[in-house]
């Protein structure tokens, strides 16, 4: 698989890691050694990826994983899903039922039916606990052999440069190749029980085959660039073929497809893939389905991402007047609406939406900015309240909340929430400032001491 060498990085490095913490480095990694693994495979992943945390994209994802997961016998964890930002065809599963899919693959989809097929794959190899089983195996090498492997991995990962250059990926291959010999046997498990669990989902098993059919076509695995000992996916011909034998006399019912899947295929494609590329693909499609309301949204969302908002709105206006109930279009749209002064137009869309549902804080961020904009001052403190309150880790949020009290002559709780901003930006010297600042007009002896305490804590 192209670009999957940080997938293997991930699971080798954690391994040895896990092996070095372990005190006699050989007993059997538990269900609760793995859960505390997949606690620091998740750290790493987070420091070396962007996951998407789009509401559209990370709930849908998640509710087609648990589908899948209802199936299963009663598992010792709980399955998560999430969506790498990045242009790769990868999908992987960590420790503890944590599965991820590249935003690259999920592009290349065509149907929920493909998605579906993708993650019960993955869930088949957490439920088979086959990383845990690697681990284990792994104890069983040297920790020279195992340090080689971490340190001539790190150098795909961004990091141990130098240490890499002196031990390379190369040491592992005498010691290791036994080793990893067995995912051959553990991916055809994977699949056995990843067609089953993809059935009693209430999926055609011909979806797993258009999966690998997609998988070939985008060549996810280059003989020349990934060597055999390393590929955690082998045998994608023989696996198709044998689907391709057993599906031979049954005919393929029409793919299964959502709304829920066009939306976020749609944004993954606009808002995380390149976004020249997008919109070239958003126009192609628009000329040959010109009447298509998804396709006009991914064309507005990729024009605004290229900088050009007022071209955006009429194809989100399209969008929205053919589903006028979904909060995201109608986020979309408001934040359009506003981007292109258009203040009032984008209130009266984002109070109606705000209203109906909790989709995430761009909703509200430009509610309050559009009411800000308009002079309605009182309004917008209300509305950043909510949205802090909400969303706490969301910073602009702060900002424009500072700026709304100052607006209103409350010097006090201006600095105070500037002070919040730059506090989770890491800006040391502006939040201890603003903190001072709000001192001197703040009087609430419990806000006193909270803000008192924050500066202490700087």
């Known amino acids: 698989m192209i670009n999957f060498r ?4 991930l699971c080798i490095t954690l391994t040895w890691l896990f092996t070095l913490l372990t005190p006699d480095g050989l007993s059997a990694i538990t269900i609760q050694e793995e859960k ?3 606690d620091e495979f998740l750290r790493v992943v987070h420091n070396q990826y962007k996951i998407i945390e789009d509401p559209a994209i990370a709930d849908y994802i998640n509710r087609v994983g648990q589908r899948i997961v209802s199936e299963l016998p009663q598992q010792p964890f709980t399955y998560h899903f999430y969506v790498i930002e990045k242009d790769a065809y990868n999908a992987f599963a960590s420790p503890a039922g ?9 592009a290349a989809l065509d149907h929920e039916g493909e998605l579906a097929a993708l993650l019960a794959h993955e869930i088949a190899h957490a439920a088979c606990r086959h990383i845990s089983e690697m681990i284990e195996s792994s104890k069983k090498t040297s920790l020279g052999t195992l340090a080689g492997i971490a340190a001539g991995i790190l150098v795909g990962l961004g990091g141990a440069s130098t240490l890499g250059s002196a031990i390379g990926i190369g040491s592992m291959a005498a010691g290791e190749s036994a080793t990893l010999a067995y995912t051959r046997e553990k991916e055809m498990q994977a699949d056995q029980l990843g067609r089953e669990y993809l059935v009693k989902a209430g999926y055609d098993l011909h979806s797993m085959l258009s999966l690998l059919e997609t998988i070939r076509s985008q060549e996810w695995f280059g003989t020349d660039q990934v060597p055999t000992y390393l590929r955690t996916h082998p045998a994608t011909e023989d696996r198709l073929t044998y689907l391709a034998n057993t599906l031979s006399n049954k005919p393929a019912p029409p793919p ?3 709304y829920g899947f066009k939306r976020a295929h749609t944004r993954v494609i606009a808002l995380h893939e390149n976004p020249q590329k997008a919109q070239k693909q958003f126009r192609q499609s628009l000329d040959a389905h010109p009447n298509s309301p998804m396709r006009h949204y991914g064309f507005g969302l990729a024009l605004e991402k290229n900088g050009n908002p007022k071209a955006a709105v009429k194809h989100l206006e399209i969008a929205f007047n053919a589903h006028p109930n979904d909060p995201y279009i109608t986020e979309d749209l408001g934040r359009i609406y506003f981007l292109n002064g258009k203040y009032e137009k984008a209130s009266d869309i984002l109070q ?3 209203r109906q549902s909790k989709s995430g804080p761009e909703g509200l961020f430009y509610l309050g900015r559009s009411q800000l904009a308009l002079g309605r001052l009182s309004t917008a403190t209300k ?3 909510r949205l802090v309150e909400a969303y706490p880790d969301y910073l602009p949020a702060f900002y424009f909340l500072g700026k709304s009290y100052s607006e209103q002559n409350q010097p006090g709780r201006a600095h105070y929430n500037l002070g919040l901003y730059h506090l989770g930006k890491h800006d040391r010297e502006n939040a201890a400032f603003h903190f001072r600042q709000a ?3 703040i009087t609430d002896a419990e806000e006193v001491e909270k803000i008192k305490m924050l500066l ?3």
């Open 6 to 9: 940080k997938t293997i990085a």
């Open 36 to 38: 505390k693994l997949a």
């Open 98 to 106: 944590h599965i991820f899919v590249f935003s690259g693959l999920f």
């Open 256 to 258: 299964t497809d959502t």
């Open 352 to 354: 109606t939406f705000s």
């Open 383 to 385: 509305t950043f309240n």
């Open 439 to 441: 001192l001197k007009s």
């Open 456 to 458: 202490e804590k700087l």
